[in-house]
């Protein structure tokens, strides 16, 4: 039974896989496949299971399912292989042909199956999202992950198959560790680099890495999710510092994505500018630049949407508070209108008033004079026959 000194090795490198699982359809290497049928063929003892978390169409399943049919030992140590996938195609699967026959959305499982059954091997289905499953299967041996495209995923794996690694024994397989889009692989294994270190890396973008000691103490009750943004740049360039030549760049363009995700699209091109810079020629540089600016520029144009969405409606509003200024004006003008028209009224009173007090004193005094004229006569005999005046 091979051991973690032989792991360190990386005797998978001297090994092809066979034919039959070459040729099948999938996404992973010749490499790859490579390595998982020597890992199942060579290095499983039985202690634990084999996870391979998502197997699309079954090239990692056939691999594994290979490598436990050719393998010397006794057939009934043979672990059993768990295989997760939600088997939906999805747009960009029909796009680039694999479902000529399907639509988005609709199940590919039953190809996945044929697959499987080609092989003969102990092989357990957990279909759906990898969010709806726990593990409750015991030890693992073997964890193969190319299924980590979300930071809730990553993190829901870390918690739930993780602690259930064997010290000193299992092996990880982080296939898109070094696909330069992912930045929380980067970030988790960086956290996991004492435990679970390096020890090679496979073209295209897988990592192997082989669990030498418990993982570190709070590791479990803290995820990605739960780091500040400080610590996911230290961790980040942690993981970029491991690194040279073009694969590094990889980890820089996820850096980019770590960017977009704690700073924004400026800080993110940013970053973009510098990688591209410094790796001119690479095709896969390109690659993952151009889905960054995929995932940024949207959210960019978004902003600008909302943005042109508010200024619109204060636009709106402006115009409604400038109607009602003009409205309160009027009202103003009419008001003083009214005013004036009021004094005027209340000045016309008074005259009126002055001119009615004035005219009553006339009458009064007229009235008076008439009196005085009509008792003169009497008053003059009344004097006589008085005998004055």
């Known amino acids: ?172 397989i982080q296939q898109d560790y070094a696909w330069g889009e992912l930045p929380w692989i980067h970030v988790t294994m960086e956290r996991l680099a004492s435990s679970l270190p390096i020890v090679d890396w496979l073209p295209w973008s897988s990592t192997v890495h082989a669990m030498t000691r418990p993982l570190p103490s709070g590791f479990l009750g803290t995820g990605y999710g739960d780091l500040d943004a400080d610590e996911k740049l230290k961790l980040m360039d942690g993981a970029i510092a491991r690194w040279s030549g073009e694969e590094r760049g990889r980890l820089e363009c996820s850096k980019a994505a770590l960017l977009l995700e704690l700073e924004g699209w400026d800080a993110a091109r940013d970053q973009l500018e510098v990688v591209r810079a410094a790796y001119p020629r690479s095709e896969v540089i390109e690659v993952c630049a151009s889905n960054i600016e995929a995932y940024g520029r949207p959210e960019l144009d978004t902003v600008r949407a909302e943005l042109d969405t508010v200024r619109v409606e204060l636009e709106c509003r402006s115009a409604d508070l400038a109607q009602a200024g003009a409205e309160i004006d009027q009202a103003r003008v009419e008001l003083e209108r009214r005013h004036d028209e009021l004094g005027a009224a209340m000045k016309a009173r008074e005259h009126a008033e002055r001119e009615l007090a004035s005219t009553d004193a006339t009458l009064r005094a007229l009235q008076s004079s008439r009196l005085m004229r009509s008792t003169q006569p009497l008053r003059r005999l009344y004097y006589r026959l008085r005998g004055t005046r």
């Open 1 to 172: 039974m091979q051991t973690l000194d032989t792991i360190r090795h990386r005797p998978w490198r001297q090994v092809e896989a066979p034919d039959e699982v070459l040729s099948l359809g999938g996404m992973i290497s010749p490499q790859e496949r490579s390595l998982l049928y020597w890992l199942a063929r060579e290095y499983t003892s039985g202690a634990g299971a084999i996870v391979d978390a998502g197997c699309f169409l079954g090239a990692s399943t056939a691999a594994l399912a290979a490598g436990l049919r050719d393998c010397p030992r006794n057939s009934r140590t043979r672990p059993l292989i768990f295989s997760y996938d939600r088997f939906e195609a999805e747009p960009y699967m029909i796009e680039a042909g694999w479902f000529p026959d399907l639509q988005a959305g609709d199940s590919f499982r039953a190809r996945f199956e044929a697959t499987a059954r080609a092989f003969d091997a102990p092989v357990t289905v957990c279909a759906g999202d990898i969010l709806t499953h726990g593990w409750e299967g015991g030890p693992i041996e073997i964890l193969f992950l190319d299924i980590l495209k979300t930071s809730e995923i990553n993190d829901h794996v870390a918690r739930e198959f993780l602690p259930h690694l064997i010290p000193g024994r299992s092996v990880i």
